[in-house]
């Protein structure tokens, strides 16, 4: 069971970059939010001087066509309109803010607007005709003006609207991206320290199985050369063990050599040293060397080699190795005699393939899960750890070790590594 000071060390990166990244979000969503508000308050402001600049652009319009008709029934009206012109001035004014050149247009079109009126009172007839000039003119002019300044802040203003959404679309995508990103990285960084502390575990855990088997796999060898010293000590002095007790103790030494050797194969496992070598002639090394055994279980050992080369980037002692550990498991499988056949070939993915076939009782079905579990075993006299070793050799090449069985019956290993066509692991 994880300890909390095991996950706080597993976990703090992801609380730190977590409080980072929230932080980092609170302050863009602020500053964005700022902006949209700001770029609002403009829009807002620029379309009701826009409004006020069409009030005044159909008041003038009106005044010249009073002006024009010369009659009085407009004189009415013509007060109404100049009087509400200077109110729509200094109602712009007060909601252009600080903008000088909006400001300097006002200006200019109040002064033309107040030359009109003084034209207008100065009398009749060419009076009147210069004070409508004034309107056409001086007074068009300059609300002409304005009216295409405000045109340009309203374009202006909405297209940093526009901006402003599309910066926050895309913060909102970063955001996102960075988020996907982040639990990614993060999640392979938690699921890494917990597979380096479940391996761990299972490290230690085969460590103990390790010296519990191996407490029980030497003390039986001791106890038989320990009885043998005890007798000795009491026969009389001068005589010495006899052949047989001997040769008792000479196997139970190498049965402990045996063993201490399968330990530190399995305790300590050496890096493959990666060279070119031809596959038939690990096989056929390894043939070699297991057909004394099998000749005293009557069991025949075949490999027929290919007339091709099969080359693979591998280790040649490991590989034979795990090829004999698959022998020596097939022929204890056959007590009572049998045929065991070694054969290699290529596969379609790229791989070799060595198999190692025997026509003993097979696999049982319910051993082919933990068939490579270290200690595991169905023989008396078994370590449980070749097969073990084999698949370990196996994985550290790149390949696998598949165990199963054959359809005429007996077992059937396979040991498959990368071709020359599939890179070799670092």
């Known amino acids: 069971m994880l300890t909390h000071r095991l996950l706080f060390r597993i976990a703090w990166p992801s609380l730190v970059a977590s409080l980072l990244f929230l932080t980092s979000c609170a302050a863009a969503a602020v500053y964005l939010g700022l902006r949209q508000e700001a770029t609002v308050r403009r829009l807002e402001e620029d379309l009701h001087g826009r409004r006020i ?26 007060a109404a309109l100049a009087e ?51 309107l056409e003119t001086d007074v068009r002019q300059a609300l002409r003006h304005l009216d295409a300044r405000i045109a340009e802040e309203t374009a202006r203003s909405l297209a940093m609207m526009h901006r402003t959404a599309s910066w926050t679309a895309w913060a909102l995508a970063g955001v996102g991206i960075m988020a996907t990103i982040a639990g990614l990285f993060f999640g392979y960084s938690v699921a890494s320290g917990l597979e380096r502390t479940m391996v761990r575990a299972e490290e ?24 043998l010293v005890q007798l000795q000590r009491e026969r009389p002095e001068g005589e010495g063990l006899p052949p047989e007790d001997l040769a008792i103790i000479e196997r139970e ?32 090394a390894a043939v070699v060397l297991i057909q004394g ?3 005293k279980h009557r069991v025949e050992a075949r490999f027929d080699p290919p007339p091709d080369p099969i080359w693979v980037e591998a280790d040649a ?35 070799v393939e060595v198999a190692v076939d025997d026509t003993g009782p097979g696999v049982e079905p319910r051993a082919l899960p933990r068939l490579f579990e270290p200690f595991f075993t169905s023989k008396e006299a078994g370590l449980g750890l070749g097969l073990s070793i084999s698949e370990r050799i196996a994985r ?22 990368p071709g020359p066509s599939r890179p070799a692991p670092a």
């Open 293 to 295: 055994r099998a000749g």
């Open 396 to 417: 550290d090449h790149g390949g696998r070790l598949i165990a199963g069985n054959r359809p005429e019956g007996g077992a059937r290993f396979v040991l498959r590594l």
């Open 253 to 284: 030494i190498a049965r402990m050599e045996e063993r201490l050797k399968a330990f530190i194969d399995f305790a300590r496992p050496s890096r493959p040293k990666w060279r070119r070598i031809d596959l038939r002639d690990v096989a056929t």
């Open 317 to 351: 002692e490991q590989i034979g190795r795990a090829l004999i550990n698959l022998a020596m498991n097939a022929i204890d499988a056959m007590p009572r005699g049998g045929r065991l056949t070694v054969t290699t070939s290529r596969a379609a993915d790229g791989f």
């Open 53 to 78: 600049v069409d009030d005044l652009l159909r008041h003038l319009a009106e005044l010249i066509e009073i002006g024009l008709h010369g009659d009085d029934s407009g004189r009415g009206r013509d």
């Open 84 to 134: 509400s012109v200077p109110r729509l001035l200094a109602e712009f004014e007060a909601t252009t803010g600080p903008d000088p050149d909006e400001v300097g247009m006002v200006h200019r079109l109040g002064a033309a607007f107040r030359r009109y009126r003084e034209a207008e009172r100065a009398g009749e007839g060419a009076a009147d005709r210069a004070a409508l000039a004034i």
């Open 204 to 227: 230690l855990s085969a460590l103990g199985q390790m010296a519990a088997g191996m407490a029980h796999e030497l003390r039986n060898p001791l106890t038989a050369i320990s009885m």
